[in-house]
């Protein structure tokens, strides 16, 4: 390792707990004294103060932890130095740098969208609709908030026009951060240490932005205290930038699930401000009855589609948990629980008789063995789906366990000694495996029981064709029934020559 890859990891050690309680304890320190101290001089050397260790956190940061994309956080930079520039000029005078101050401010808006745009990832909203859909209602009713309270008063003001369009567009600017700022937070994991400072520095931001705007449509607040907020977004963005997790901003990841309960407060939240709207709907407009109306109209039909989505995804949620725990992950067919629930439904087998085929395939240990377990999954799901081809749609098709599988169907005897015979020649054709062609064959034991009324028990039911399937294998008959094990067991001698011997037919 060489020695300039041994300094910043020697930083990255150094910059420990203590640096950040300093770090935050003389911000809030110097910020307090602002606030105490009603005085210009003190307010414009703070704010110099600040900025200007903010924009070293920053530098700090990326020589340290080298991210993958620092362009954005040379765009929150330069919007600190825009936004302090602003903030600067209008506090110097209301009129004569006016609008050169909303200039700089606009462009410090341009820098943090840019910065979030970059970080969100364009690639992660892609397909997400119900995160799309989450994050524009939360814009909806945040502009909804900001045309009723704050937007409306300004254009019902008696200024000049340019004055008017800029007043209300720092509002709808907010609405957009604090869309991006929801969509941000509602799909972070609680590791990424750095965007959630950013997150606490834009809400910071957010609210001194908000201040301003008051303060536009005729509240009395004191400068010192829209300062407040915007000097804690600053030091909360260097902080940010010190953190390791700062070089993982941008970087592709995947948005969890259980984060549609974290964007469904949000929305709750703009539908709790949307409900305001009546109590001051007496003052309003026409213009603005139109426009919050229409808001409002999109608000709720937005929390429709969503509701309906989260249905539909609930079902299918349900769907997909019910289908993995009844069928084999490997073969796609029934599990041995499924067959046994199966067997057990009253109203299916109750007035039917019914045959259970037992499955077994010949010399599969041998292949699991010779080729690996891969090349043996391989087979059982190839063999899964030519037994699948062979039987009826409403048959029951079920992977017993390892290589056994068991078929279920509303067949009579000869019926199933067709079906046996059909079984065997799916297994006359070798198996295409990535090991080449391998052959292998497969014994069957039949089991056959009258309608359900009989006293013939489930377990009764797998266990004889259990048995058959292992006579069918001993004297190499392909299939048997259980009846041929109750004779061969009364019997001196075994029927080699039974009936029921090992079909000569073709592939199917």
Not at 20 to 45: C, E, N, R, W
Not at 85 to 94: D, N, Q
Not at 187 to 192: G, H, I, L, N, W
């Amino acid at each position: 390792m060489t020695r300039s890859e041994e300094h910043p990891a020697h930083l990255r050690r150094r910059l420990g707990f203590r640096w950040y309680a300093v770090l935050l304890g003389g911000s809030a320190a110097a910020i307090a004294t602002q606030l105490a101290v009603d005085s210009p001089v003190v307010a414009f050397v703070t704010m110099v103060a600040i900025v200007s260790s903010t924009l070293a956190m920053i530098a700090v940061g990326l020589h340290i932890h080298r991210p993958t994309h620092p362009l954005p956080w040379y765009l929150l930079a330069a919007s600190a130095v825009l936004f302090a520039t602003g903030t600067t000029l209008r506090g110097v005078s209301e009129y004569s740098v006016h609008p050169i101050d909303d200039l700089f401010t606009l462009l410090g808006y341009l820098g943090v969208g840019l910065a979030a745009l970059i970080w969100l990832g364009p690639s992660q909203l892609r397909g997400n609709y119900d995160l799309m859909l989450d994050s524009g209602l939360i814009g909806l009713g945040a502009l909804l908030a900001s045309w009723t309270f704050l937007i409306s008063p300004v254009l019902q003001s008696h200024t000049a026009m340019v004055d008017t369009l800029v007043a209300a567009l720092y509002p709808v600017l907010d609405a957009i951060l604090l869309t991006v700022v929801a969509h941000s937070v509602a799909s972070s994991t609680r590791s990424e240490t750095s965007l959630r400072l950013l997150h606490a520095g834009l809400i910071a931001l957010l609210l001194g932005d908000l201040g301003y705007s008051l303060e536009t449509v005729g509240a009395a607040v004191r400068r010192e205290v829209l300062l407040a907020p915007l000097l804690a977004a600053y030091v909360t963005v260097g902080v940010a930038a010190l953190h390791p997790t700062m070089a993982a901003l941008g970087a592709p990841r995947r948005i969890h699930p259980h984060h549609s309960r974290q964007r469904a407060s949000f929305i709750a939240v703009a539908l709790i401000v949307a409900a305001l709207v009546p109590a001051v709907g007496s003052s309003l407009e026409p213009l603005d009855r139109v426009v919050v109306s229409v808001l409002f109209a999109l608000l709720l039909i937005g929390v429709l589609v969503r509701s309906e989505r989260a249905i539909v995804r609930s079902a299918r949620s349900e769907r997909r948990a019910q289908y993995q725990a009844d069928h084999d992950m490997l073969t796609g067919l029934l599990n041995r629980a499924a067959l046994l629930r199966a067997l057990h439904d009253p109203e299916q087998w109750a007035h039917q008789p019914i045959c259970l085929l037992f499955i077994d395939l010949d010399g599969f240990k041998m292949v699991n063995d010779s080729y690996g377990h891969a090349v043996g999954d391989e087979l059982i799901a190839t063999a899964a789906a030519r037994i699948r081809q062979v039987v009826c749609r409403e048959d029951v098709v079920s992977r017993y366990g390892g290589d056994e599988f068991v078929v279920l169907a509303q067949l009579a005897r000869q019926e199933a000694a067709v079906l046996a015979e059909r079984l065997i020649g799916a297994f006359v054709r070798p198996f295409a495996l990535s090991a080449g062609a391998i052959p292998i064959t497969a014994s069957i034991g039949i089991a056959c029981v009258g309608p359900r009324s009989s006293d013939t028990s489930t377990e009764d039911l797998i266990r004889e064709a259990d048995a058959a399937m292992y006579f069918a294998k001993a004297y190499s008959l392909g299939y048997a029934f259980q009846d041929d094990v109750r004779q061969a067991t009364a019997e001196p001698r075994c029927p080699i020559g039974h009936p029921a011997g090992r079909s000569t037919i073709t592939a199917v």
